[in-house]
């Protein structure tokens, strides 16, 4: 059975920088495209950033230039660098595999594991 695992949520000042950690376990990591996801108190579950085997990196308008999405391979592990945090980037961070074949990568259908997801606060 597949795990995923996300940390690193926590209170932060507007503008300030936060990194996200998603630790996998129980399949072969390595060949998923991995998806971050969040929910904003109230609304529904919207697409943040995913990154591919190859590394190649999407990400959806609103955090582009802002936020970095990126995989450590050897440690199972795919973070999400968050900087300039603006009080609209309030919500639960969730880390999703999309399988192979597994659709378009910004659709939340596209993805068969998820996290527990962390939350992540912007305010002063």
């Known amino acids: 059975q597949v795990q995923l695992e996300e940390s690193g949520g926590g209170l932060v000042q507007p503008g300030g920088s936060l990194r996200l950690s998603c630790a996998a376990s129980?399949?072969?990591?390595?060949?998923?495209?991995m998806g971050w996801f969040r929910q904003p108190p109230g609304k529904e579950r919207e697409f943040v950033a995913a990154?591919?085997?190859?590394?190649?990196?999407y990400y959806a308008d609103s955090v582009k230039g802002r936020f970095t999405i990126s995989r450590d391979t050897a440690k199972n592990t795919v973070y999400l660098h968050m900087s300039s945090l603006k009080p609209e980037d309030t919500a639960i961070y969730y880390c999703?595999?999309?399988?192979?074949?597994?659709?378009?990568?910004?659709?939340?259908?596209?993805?068969?594991?998820w996290g527990q997801g962390t939350q992540v606060t912007v305010s002063s």
């Open positions: 999703a595999r999309r399988p192979l074949r597994g659709g378009v990568y910004y659709y939340t259908a596209s993805y068969d594991y």
């Open positions: 129980g399949d072969n990591f390595n060949v998923y495209t």
């Open positions: 990154i591919t085997s190859g590394g190649v990196t």
